[in-house]
């Protein structure tokens, strides 16, 4: 069982397919694609063979528009030359597989914890330099035969500073917006006034180590729970779906494997008109 926690399980790389109802989407985005890759955590292990496979997953998806959810390589808060001597070669091995990535309204990203216990100032440079929008507490809207679609991302609820609006106070109200936050704790942040339809993370690792009957033990968050470190979270106060990541710090996962994430926003229906109705909405592996 430790032999396949260790070598097996963290290569097991599933697709997520999430279909998300957006209350007051126009009908030019329905079908709007976002194609997920979290929590990379480049290292040795698994190794770039995996990122690779999770890169191409979500090329085969064709998104309209990719994001980085931060976390691309390994780091220590206590240990600043420990994390220079992981991080530095983790984003040498990243660059060629990100460069590498594109779709139609571009790739952006938002910065994790452990881009801020190395550098974020030098993981926001590294980045741009491949062609990456790297978004903190800033939205960006996205159009469609003139309709419009804001997307938002704020800054790491545990490093860095929330926006309460979510990056999108200058957005006309009527305009739905989809939030990007590395920390799933980024909607206890924000305010209802940041209206927000949809919120994509990470963080979580999706706990990494899942126990029968009793969860995960670690999730690193307080908006979700030991049975819901992944996946849609329930009682969160606008929709909240939390990816379990692509890679992990410590290269050990157990009846959770790592994933992809493609969101396809979808028209709402009456059933979906409720907060709580986001836990029943769909997501499927394959």
């Given at each position: 069982?430790?032999?396949?926690?260790?070598?097996?399980?963290?290569?097991?790389?599933?697709?997520?397919?999430?279909?998300?109802?957006?209350?007051?989407?126009?009908?030019?985005?329905?079908?709007?694609?976002?194609?997920?890759?979290?929590?990379?955590?480049?290292?040795?292990?698994?190794?770039?063979?995996?990122?690779?496979?999770?890169?191409?997953?979500?090329?085969?998806?064709?998104?309209?528009?990719?994001?980085?959810?931060?976390?691309?390589?390994?780091?220590?808060?206590?240990?600043?030359?420990?994390?220079?001597?992981?991080?530095?070669?983790?984003?040498?091995?990243?660059?060629?597989?990100?460069?590498?990535?594109?779709?139609?309204?571009?790739?952006?990203?938002?910065?994790g914890n452990?881009?801020?216990?190395?550098?974020?100032?030098?993981?926001?440079?590294?980045?741009?330099?491949?062609?990456?929008?790297?978004?903190?507490?800033?939205?960006?809207?996205?159009?469609?035969?003139?309709?419009?679609?804001?997307?938002?991302?704020?800054?790491?609820?545990?490093?860095?500073?929330?926006?309460?609006?979510?990056?999108?106070?200058?957005?006309?109200?009527?305009?739905?917006?989809?939030?990007?936050?590395?920390?799933?704790?980024?909607?206890?942040?924000?305010?209802?006034?940041?209206?927000?339809?949809?919120?994509?993370?990470?963080?979580?690792?999706?706990?990494?180590?899942?126990?029968?009957?009793?969860?995960?033990?670690?999730?690193?968050?307080?908006?979700?729970?030991?049975?819901?470190?992944?996946?849609?979270?329930?009682?969160s106060p606008?929709?909240?779906?939390?990816?379990?990541?692509?890679?992990?710090?410590?290269?050990?996962?157990?009846?959770?494997?790592?994933?992809?994430?493609?969101?396809?926003?979808?028209?709402?229906?009456?059933?979906?008109?409720?907060?709580?109705?986001?836990?029943?909405?769909?997501?499927?592996?394959?």
């Amino acid at each position: 069982m430790i032999l396949h926690a260790v070598a097996i399980a963290p290569r097991q790389l599933r697709v997520t397919d999430v279909d998300a109802p957006i209350s007051g989407l126009p009908a030019e985005f329905d079908g709007y694609t976002i194609g997920i890759l979290s929590d990379l955590h480049q290292a040795a292990l698994p190794g770039p063979s995996h990122t690779r496979r999770a890169m191409e997953a979500v090329m085969r998806a064709r998104p309209d528009l990719i994001a980085l959810l931060g976390d691309f390589g390994v780091s220590f808060k206590v240990a600043p030359a420990l994390s220079r001597a992981f991080y530095q070669p983790g984003m040498r091995t990243l660059a060629p597989m990100i460069r590498s990535l594109s779709a139609p309204d571009g790739v952006v990203a938002v910065l994790g914890n452990h881009d801020y216990y190395y550098d974020a100032a030098a993981v926001r440079q590294w980045l741009a330099s491949l062609g990456v929008r790297v978004m903190v507490n800033e939205c960006r809207l996205l159009e469609r035969g003139g309709a419009r679609l804001a997307l938002g991302a704020v800054d790491d609820a545990k490093e860095g500073s929330v926006d309460p609006l979510a990056g999108c106070g200058g957005v006309p109200p009527e305009v739905p917006r989809i939030v990007l936050s590395h920390n799933p704790d980024g909607m206890l942040h924000v305010t209802p006034e940041a209206r927000v339809g949809l919120m994509l993370s990470g963080h979580t690792h999706g706990g990494q180590v899942i126990l029968p009957f009793i969860g995960a033990l670690v999730r690193n968050s307080k908006i979700c729970g030991p049975r819901h470190p992944r996946g849609w979270v329930p009682d969160s106060p606008a929709p909240l779906f939390v990816s379990a990541g692509v890679g992990s710090q410590i290269p050990f996962r157990f009846r959770c494997e790592p994933d992809v994430v493609i969101v396809r926003l979808r028209l709402s229906t009456p059933a979906h008109s409720s907060t709580a109705a986001s836990t029943g909405l769909r997501a499927r592996a394959r």
